[in-house]
């Protein structure tokens, strides 16, 4: 019997958070480790300098945003129908739609299809999502095998650790520790780390290639998240960085991804907007190497077999708070981690909670509920309102309001004889009259003198003591402002305006009038208690508890009863930001190939009559000699002297020197022979000259996908007139349902202190030959 | 012009000298300052630490003591955002539509001194003279609620003598946080060291802000540390030297225009 059916805590307290000390504990902890200091020290600082940079090029960086959390908006105002129509798009292209309403129901569903497949190995790309449902370790229970594959998440998998960053998830470890981790443990869970492994990040990379090499080889189920669901066509988008998610996507042959029922956009055209902003927010580079868009199953050109499992678990009950529900336009970038100070200082795993930092801190209490533990009640508290992450969030999260309304509710649970509550509203019944705060303000210049600097309070309990463990008290002197001002100016003085016996309402009407000179200490007293009453006695109702039932059903009908309570107030999507980047031919030909070897990729301008002399030599650069190309591409676009052939024939120029073998892809060909080629030649459907990037949608000239993803080099070849100035102009010129690979640079990774290695498990060398003019290439 | 000054309870009892150097400066510039002595306190600590009801006690009270004048300066940062932008939130949520209009009538009114005297008065150079090395620190509520940062600079520039530094890092947050510091206090000290390894690297002798929160959490760390760094609000800055009376033009005795906020509006 699988015991993932067993309730567990539900939220996203996954993996090993579940005994975390709530954050005060655990953020001093934090403070002490040196190592973990210095790692987020220089790796906040690097992704800041990066995204900045990148974000001053974006002229219409405040209309994407506008536009990005707008449309997150509508999405969470429409989501019942625009999950249906996921539902609807994703059945009609051979996958099915399932529905969790918690972890619980997540884990079960996901275990069984597993289960049915037979097979007890998974692949996995890097997902929140899976994280919060803690599906690893159901998986596990249920006896399959589960391999991260992202290096980061590898890494982690293997130290038997827990990710600190939602981005970079290994950025506490340095080099030296990661090297370590590989060689203690690659050899108990597959192919060891090599003889003599150094600790420089290339080598550590391939060292992760090769250990993973087989795995994606031979593997017959993966399991992935997903950043965004595109309801109109049942579009699925995973954008990352390696080839390891490509991997998982294309060659298995059942895909499960597993999303958040707030990742689903209504429209295909929604992510020109998202995918211009989700990879400059999270690493600072104008696009990842890879986005990958499918829709349902693919069969012959990637998965046979798809689930998708939309997960509630919490979101609607964030739905239903018209405050907090901000957080759900969340698109994971980490950018409000990478500026936070207090990240800086503590780390994520300080956080307690699979989504760390300020988005952590304001997500976690709303999917499992603000009152659910030590965890969820102290994170609301974890920043100093500093208002950095609001100033980056791509979506406009306003998170210092969100952390002050989250704190209130934590307030109101909490209300009751404890000293906080009672001080607190003690403070506020002096403030909140004039003749009180007066005599408040003279008691306390004689408690500041007795107190001095307030060194001797250090190490007592207490707030005082807490402030006076590291910091010298102001000196008070014995006259207080208000004591100058009457004794300088007392004549004219501006109070006349106040009516001073005005009662003062508080809430619920408990007070008296409190300014009359004649209150009598006993009427003074019970004025204070009156005050203090409510906080004493009533806590705040809690927040109505959904009742959720199963599946479908339990999450449509949370939906829609969050909806009806709190209704959104509807808004057109502003697209004001820029649709055609309009640069004449010429300036976006340079701009393109300026910002394809930005990534480390090669590219040339070549000639009609010259694309097959071109393909050549970027082949012969890299000594790539087996060749497949897809069986449609331009015979003109073939290294010259060869023809493509069936499998095994060989080419041999007449003067001797370089031997191609140029193979056309059979769908018969395995993932293993695919690895057995050096190179692939492909064409594209679009690019774009802003980013760099290279769309391939596995129409002419391309094949299926995963022809552009095993072989070691990719040679891709853009015609003049399908480069575009920007990403909107290449999202109109796609075809939604197509099944897409964005490709920008080699595959590449920057997990290890984040010093970026080109080529990890997609292909490691890339060559863009972008041709111009007219001539048999065309 | 007749302006009602809220000095701020935090100022009111541990700082009065800032309270003193407020009426200074805007004494000096020819304008008539009144003390409503029956305001208390804004209610930030309350709203920010999630007591609600208390903070909207003392938001209403606010809005009593302060509604007769036309123009409201604060020599603290935080708490003009408090009413400028964070007064809006709370009454919203509480569903207290009076108040909610009585409270936006009042939020163009409220400045925080250094936006008062460069964006409305028009006034960059008070006469001030303060021979030092000083560093700026924008505190986050100025520099993120209010927009104010070039305000305080072009005022520091002005003043004879002084020498403005830059801080490495300045728009990092100092780690006060108002009860995080109490709260998270390792955590606010480890933000507080790094701001004054800052301080030291400017050669900075005093440290400026328009916040005096802030600056007790700076400047009770660096007494602690007998770090050999002072630190100093801005409008105490500004009172410093001999400084006779400066006027700016046109603002002595005609009545100066409508009082806007030129900061942008908050995100």
Not at chain 1, 7 to 26: H, I, K, N, T, Y
Not at chain 1, 532 to 555: F, K, N, Y
Not at chain 2, 114 to 127: A, E, K, Y
Request: hydrophobic share 45%; aromatic share 4%.
């Amino acid at each position: 019997m699988s015991p993932t059916g067993a309730p567990g805590v539900p939220g996203p307290r996954g993996d090993g958070f579940r005994q975390a000390p709530a954050f005060p504990e655990a953020a001093s902890r934090a403070l002490r480790d040196t190592q973990l200091r210095a790692n987020l020290r220089r790796a906040t600082g690097t992704i800041r300098d990066k995204r900045d940079r990148v974000m001053a090029e974006l002229g219409d960086l405040e209309q994407l945003r506008d536009a990005a959390a707008a449309i997150k908006d509508e999405s969470l105002s429409r989501l019942g129908e625009l999950l249906s129509q996921v539902e609807e798009r994703v059945g009609a292209a051979g996958g099915r739609v399932h529905y969790a309403a918690t972890s619980a129901e997540a884990r079960a569903i996901v275990v069984d299809l597993v289960s049915r497949t037979g097979s007890t190995d998974v692949v996995k790309v890097k997902s929140m999502t899976t994280a919060e449902i803690e599906l690893n370790e159901a998986l596990a229970a249920a006896g399959v095998e589960v391999v991260e594959t992202d290096l980061a998440e590898l890494i982690v998998q293997l130290g038997d650790d827990l990710p600190s960053h939602i981005v970079v998830p290994a950025l506490h470890r340095n080099r030296a520790e990661v090297r370590e981790i590989f060689v203690r443990r690659m050899g108990e869970r597959g192919l060891a780390a090599p003889a003599g492994l150094g600790d420089d990040p290339a080598e550590l990379a391939a060292a992760a290639r090769a250990h993973l090499r087989r795995r994606f080889l031979d593997a017959k189920v993966a399991i992935s998240g997903a950043n965004f669901v595109v309801a109109e066509s049942g579009s699925v988008v995973v954008v990352e960085s390696e080839g390891n998610g490509r991997m998982c996507l294309t060659l298995p042959h059942t895909l499960i991804s597993v999303a958040g029922i707030d990742k689903v956009v209504p429209r295909f055209r929604d992510l020109e907007v998202f995918l211009q902003l989700l990879a400059r927010s999270a690493t600072g580079e104008r696009m990842s190497p890879y986005t990958s868009v499918w829709t349902g199953a693919t069969p012959g050109n990637g998965p046979s077999e798809f689930h998708l499992v939309l997960v509630d678990n919490g979101r609607t009950r964030a739905l239903a708070d018209p405050i907090g529900r901000q957080a759900l336009r969340c698109i994971r970038c980490a950018a409000c981690l990478n500026v936070c100070p207090v990240y800086e200082r503590v780390g994520g795993r300080a956080y307690g909670s699979v989504y760390p930092g300020p988005i952590g801190a304001v997500l976690t209490p709303q999917l499992d509920g603000v009152a659910s533990g030590r965890v969820e009640a102290t994170l609301p508290f974890a920043s100093t309102l500093c208002g950095a992450c609001a100033e980056v969030c791509p979506v406009r999260i306003d998170i210092p309001r969100l952390l002050v309304h989250l704190r209130g509710r934590a307030v109101d649970e909490h209300r009751g004889a404890h000293p906080e509550p009672v001080a607190m509203v003690a403070a506020a019944y002096t403030m909140s009259s004039p003749r009180r705060f007066g005599r408040a303000v003279k008691l306390g210049g004689l408690v500041g003198k007795v107190l001095g600097r307030g060194r001797a309070l250090a190490g007592l309990p207490g707030p005082a003591g807490r402030w006076a463990s590291g910091r010298d008290l102001p000196q008070v002197g014995a006259q207080s402002f208000r004591d100058w001002w009457a004794s300088e100016r007392g004549g004219r003085s501006g109070t006349a305006p106040l009516p001073v016996a005005e009662p003062l309402q508080r809430g619920r009407g408990a007070g008296g009038p409190d300014g009359a000179r004649t209150a009598s200490g006993a009427v003074q007293l019970r004025q204070a208690l009156a005050w203090l009453r409510p906080t004493m006695q009533q806590r705040a109702p809690g927040v109505a508890r959904q009742v959720v039932l199963e599946g479908r059903d339990g999450v449509m009908g949370a939906i829609s009863s969050a909806l009806v309570s709190a209704p959104f107030v509807p808004v057109e999507v502003p697209r004001h930001y820029t649709h055609d980047a309009g640069a004449v031919a010429g300036e976006l030909l340079a701009l393109f190939v300026e910002r394809v070897a930005e990534y480390r990729a090669t590219a040339r301008v070549v000639g009609g009559g010259d694309v097959g002399a071109a393909v050549a030599e970027a082949l012969e650069r890299t000594g790539s000699r087996r060749v497949i190309v897809p069986s449609d591409l331009p015979e003109a676009w073939l290294p010259p002297r060869a023809t493509a052939t069936a499998p095994a024939a060989v080419q041999r120029p007449p003067n001797g020197g370089v031997v191609f073998e140029v193979v056309v892809d059979d769908p018969g060909l395995g993932a293993t022979e695919l690895d057995g080629f050096d190179a692939a030649v492909s064409g594209c459907a679009v690019a774009i000259a802003a980013t760099g990037t290279v769309v391939l949608d596995s129409g002419p000239a391309q094949g299926r996908r995963a022809l552009s993803l095993v072989p070691d080099h990719l040679v891709l070849v853009v015609r003049q007139d399908q480069l575009v100035g920007g990403v909107p102009e290449a999202v109109a010129r796609l075809v939604p349902t197509a099944a897409q690979t964005w490709v920008s640079g080699p595959s590449a990774t920057s997990d290890i202190e984040l010093q970026r290695v080109e080529g990890v498990h997609g292909p490691r060398v890339l060559d863009v030959l972008v041709l111009v003019g007219s001539g048999p290439g065309h | 012009m007749r302006v009602a000054l809220f000095v701020a309870c935090f100022n009111d009892l541990a700082f009065p000298a800032t309270g003193r150097a407020t009426v200074e400066v805007l004494e000096r510039l020819g304008h008539e300052v009144v003390f409503p002595s029956a305001q208390t306190c804004c209610g930030q600590m309350h709203l920010n630490t999630g007591y609600r009801r208390e903070a909207l006690a003392l938001a209403r009270h606010f809005a009593r003591v302060f509604t007769p004048f036309e123009a409201i300066v604060t020599p603290s940062a935080s708490c003009a955002g408090t009413v400028v932008h964070s007064y809006a939130d709370l009454v919203q949520d509480a569903g207290d539509a009076g108040l909610s209009s009585e409270l936006a009538g009042l939020a163009g009114r409220v400045f925080e001194l250094s936006q008062f005297l460069v964006d409305v008065l028009g006034v960059t150079d008070l006469g001030a003279e303060f021979p030092h090395r000083v560093a700026y620190h924008p505190t986050c509520h100025s520099l993120r609620a209010l927009q104010v940062y070039r305000q305080p600079l072009e005022l520091l520039r002005h003043v004879r003598g002084l020498h403005l530094v830059d801080l490495p890092g300045e728009e990092q947050c100092c780690g006060f946080g108002g009860t995080f510091s109490v709260k998270n206090p390792g955590v606010s000290m480890a933000m507080m060291a790094d701001k004054l390894a800052a301080v030291q690297r400017s050669g900075a002798e005093v440290v400026c802000a328009v916040d005096n929160s802030c600056l007790a959490h700076i400047g009770g760390g660096a007494d602690r540390l007998s770090a050999g760094v002072r630190v100093m609000h801005l409008a105490e800055v500004l009172a410093s030297g001999a400084g006779g009376p400066v006027r700016a033009p046109g603002v002595a005795r005609a009545a100066p225009g409508p009082l806007v906020h030129r900061g942008q509006p908050r995100p």
